[in-house]
């Protein structure tokens, strides 16, 4: 069984950074891909940042040049660093990795709150 688990949420105020990381734990064989995606409220769940094994990354329009996502494959742990937080940013962050247990399956971690505030 596999499972993820976030951390690093909470407050800051605009201009602030923010630090959060993904471990995952389990029978783990591989990771194909890690990815945080946001939730804010009455929104739908959209993607944020994307790494791959080979460490190829995407960001979605309103996060480049401020967000930062990282993997670490001997630790499998995903971080995401975020910079220059506006109040828009304020969201539930959810962790996602594609693991190879036996065979590639999605896994989700249970979301961390960002809240962006002065």
């Known amino acids: 069984q596999v499972q993820l688990e976030e951390s690093g949420g909470g407050l800051v105020q605009p201009g602030g950074s923010l630090t959060l990381s993904c471990a995952a734990s389990?029978?783990?064989?591989?990771?194909?891909?890690m990815a945080w995606y946001r939730q804010a409220p009455g929104k739908q769940r959209e993607l944020v940042a994307h790494i791959t094994r080979s460490s190829s990354t995407t960001y979605m329009d309103s996060v480049k040049g401020r967000f930062s996502i990282s993997g670490d494959n001997a630790k499998n742990t995903v971080y995401l660093q975020m910079n220059s937080l506006k109040p828009e940013d304020t969201a539930v962050y959810y962790c996602?990795?594609?693991?190879?247990?036996?065979?590639?399956?999605?896994?989700w971690g249970r979301g961390t709150q960002v809240t962006v505030s002065s």
């Open positions: 996602y990795m594609a693991i190879d247990a036996g065979s590639i399956s999605a896994y």
């Open positions: 389990g029978s783990i064989r591989s990771i194909a891909s």
